[in-house]
């Protein structure tokens, strides 16, 4: 059996990216505050099991023991693979920089780059002792690449990880190892993510009527078809390419 560990499956592009690999009869765990009982219900109809662990992952020692507990269940003697999906993310707080406070950017800090860093590096530890190859894709944003006014620490905190995941492959390619470590962007989704952006005002957010025309004019692609995309190419393993940085804009 392999192992799909995907964070912030319980909405969006994260319970998509669910569903998929449980259709392909991938075990699916799942990391997020919330559980999604849809999703263990959906996966009753495959011939996959989904595992769903609550933990924040802005908390950095619940984070450590979920890795704990996770560690024994995927890490068997019959795993050949494990995919990791490092989704979960906010873009909050959206403000000018001087308004941020302090608990708001650690916690903002340890869930976009910390978690991901964290779990990166158990998984590729723990595969190493098991003999397990993984499949490991991180998820970007256009926001790491451009300055956006209230986004500082969203565009940043992309920005580090896409660095991190380029360093990390580098890596890969150089011990000579089996695993395959990907940026993809998504760009933008009809998701809770998208609410919260339009919710702000124009004094934290500058570009919100542009924001609020995305879903008028119905720009934003579905999680769905997004997440269709990632796992197809997740699963084709002989032409995923270690270290390339996917954008969605390249497939539909
Ligand atoms: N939506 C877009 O337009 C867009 C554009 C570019 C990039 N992206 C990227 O795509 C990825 C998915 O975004 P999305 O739009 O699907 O987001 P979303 O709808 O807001 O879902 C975020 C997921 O992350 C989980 N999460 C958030 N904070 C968490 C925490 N502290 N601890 C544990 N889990 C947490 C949420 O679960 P709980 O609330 O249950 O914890 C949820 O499952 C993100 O990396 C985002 O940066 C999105």
Redesign the pocket.
């Known amino acids: 059996m392999n192992y799909a560990i995907i ?9 998509q990216i669910a569903r998929r690999f449980l259709d392909e009869g991938i075990c699916v765990v799942g ?4 559980i ?1 009982k849809q999703l263990e219900t959906y996966s009753e109809s495959t011939k996959a099991t989904y595992y769903s662990y609550s ?4 908390a950095v020692d619940e984070l450590e023991d979920t890795c704990d507990q996770i560690k024994t269940l995927v890490f068997k003697k019959d795993t050949d693979k494990v995919y990791l999906i490092n ?5 909050n707080p959206i403000d000018v920089s001087s308004n941020h406070r302090r608990e708001a950017i650690e ?1 903002h800090v340890n ?2 780059v910390t ?1 991901p860093m964290f779990t990166t590096s158990r998984i590729l530890h723990d595969a190493k002792k098991h003999h397990t190859t993984v499949f490991l894709a991180n ?5 790491a690449e451009r300055s956006t006014y209230g986004w500082s620490l ?1 565009g940043a905190t ?1 920005a580090a990880l896409n660095r991190y995941t380029e360093t990390v492959a580098l890596e890969v390619d150089e011990l000579e190892q089996p695993h395959k470590v990907i940026l993809f ?10 609410k ?1 952006i339009r919710k702000m005002s124009k004094a934290q957010f500058k570009d919100i009527e542009k924001f609020k025309a995305y879903k008028e004019e119905a720009a ?1 692609r579905s ?1 769905e078809t997004v997440g269709n995309v990632l796992v197809d190419l997740l699963m084709d393993e002989e032409t995923l390419i270690n270290g390339h940085y996917y954008r969605i804009h390249d497939f539909v």
């Open positions: 964070t912030g499956a319980s909405k969006g592009l994260g319970e990391i997020s505050r919330s999604n933990c924040d992952l802005s989704n979960a993310a906010t873009v916690k869930l976009n978690a998820i970007s944003s256009g926001a969203y992309k962007d998504p760009s933008i989704m009809d998701t809770s993510m998208q919260d934003l999680p």
